[in-house]
């Protein structure tokens, strides 16, 4: 399946790039976190006609309504399916914003996809309970500073090895301070070991990405480790 990243700068450039990535043969499109400053000031109908048009996938990023983060699912139809919220807020957002209780997943194509915003990749049993659930690859947008990249880079690949799915991230470009810089992880085993191999990387650039992820490639990888994961409990003495 083909999946594009869009790196916009503004909301003219959003639309216009997540065009030239469906006229590549995007399937999936995903923009990053807070790329723009509000859920108002998103491009809603244009994303939702370009779906249409193209019949496919279009999340449009994660932005703030008001309320909560949220990252709105226009399917191929040109509808909003579902929205998926920020469960874990970060810092000054805990001051303004309500958390999110739960995020979503579907199937397109075969494929089953979750959504995980950003600080949410933090805390491993986001994307674990995704994977019992069978997800194959999951969309993170995010919005990391240019300080913090390699360690969050640290949480995809350790989540890739953790689940043997793939992680499509799309930062967000906010020169000097957010770089961009996305990226695509998926899970390589060689000889032993399995790593987080790094397939697509983005630079600090205003600019579409497209990468085909196939998970019957790992598929083989998260069927031993679905047989592994054993439920337990903890006792204290």
Known sequence: MKFAIVQPTSTFSAVQL?????????????????????????????????????????????????VSIISPVIDPNGEVKGIAKKIHLYEDEKNRLFPGSSTIIFTYRG????????????????????????????????KIPQDGLELW???????????????????????PEYPGKSVVYVPVKRGKYVYAEKVAEMGSSENYLLVDINPLHYMDLRVNRLKEYSNFEINEI
């Open 18 to 66: 997540t065009e030239e990535a469906l006229k590549a043969g995007a399937e999936i499109v995903l923009l990053p976190e807070k790329w723009t400053k509000h859920l108002d000031d998103v491009p809603l109908v244009d994303f939702q006609r370009l779906a249409k048009k193209y019949t496919s996938y279009v999340i449009p990023g994660a932005v703030e309504d008001g």
């Open 111 to 142: 494929v089953k996809i979750g959504i995980v915003i950003c600080y949410d990749v933090d805390f491993p049993e986001v994307i674990r309970q995704m994977f019992v659930k069978g997800v194959e690859v999951v969309l993170v947008p995010s």
């Open 153 to 175: 880079r640290d949480y995809l690949r350790v989540r890739v090895l953790e689940n043997r799915l793939a992680i499509v991230n799309a930062n967000a470009l906010q020169l």
